[in-house]
C-alpha cells in the first residue's frame, strides 16, 4: 500500500523547510529592525525585504516558530530511523519477536523502504 507524500519524502521536505524558515526568519529581522543599519556589503538584503513591507513583523514572530517545527520534524525522523535500526539489527531472534510491535509501528511510521527491510528481516528470521 503506498504511503503518503509527506511520509515518503520527509527528510527532503523538512530539510526544504528549514532552509525555508531560516531565509524568512533572516528577512524579517532585517526588514523589521536592521533595514537601516546594514553594512554596505549586505545591503542585498534589504532589496528582499521590499515585497514584504510591513509583514517583516510577522515574519519575525512565525519564521522562527517553523523553523523550530521543522527541525523537529527532520529530528523525529532521524531519531525513529535510528531505533528501527537498532531494532532490526539484532540478531537475535526472541529479541526481535519481543520488539515486533515496535518495529512494525516504526517501519509503518517511515517510508516504504524500511518496511521492505521489515519484511526482509522476518524472512531471514523465519517469521
Do not use: C
Not at 514572530?61 to 535500526?85: M, Q
Not at 515496535?102 to 524500511?114: C, G, K, M, Q, V
Amino acid at each position: 500500500m503506498p504511503k503518503g507524500f509527506l511520509t515518503e519524502y520527509r527528510v527532503e521536505l523538512s530539510g526544504m523547510f528549514i532552509v525555508l524558515f531560516i531565509v524568512l526568519t533572516l528577512i524579517g529581522v532585517v526588514g523589521a529592525f536592521l533595514e537601516d543599519s546594514l553594512p554596505s556589503f549586505l545591503t542585498f538584503l534589504t532589496d528582499l525585504t521590499e515585497p514584504v513591507g510591513s509583514w517583516s513583523y510577522w515574519l519575525v514572530a512565525a519564521g522562527p516558530i517553523g523553523l523550530v517545527v521543522a527541525i523537529w520534524w527532520l529530528y523525529d525522523y532521524v531519531k525513529k530511523v535510528k531505533e528501527l535500526e537498532d531494532l532490526i539489527g539484532t540478531p537475535s531472534r526472541a529479541k526481535f519477536v519481543r520488539n515486533l510491535d515496535d518495529i512494525e509501528y516504526l517501519a509503518w511510521s517511515l517510508p516504504n523502504r524500511y518496511e521492505k527491510r521489515v519484511l526482509q528481516k522476518k524472512r531471514d528470521l523465519g517469521l
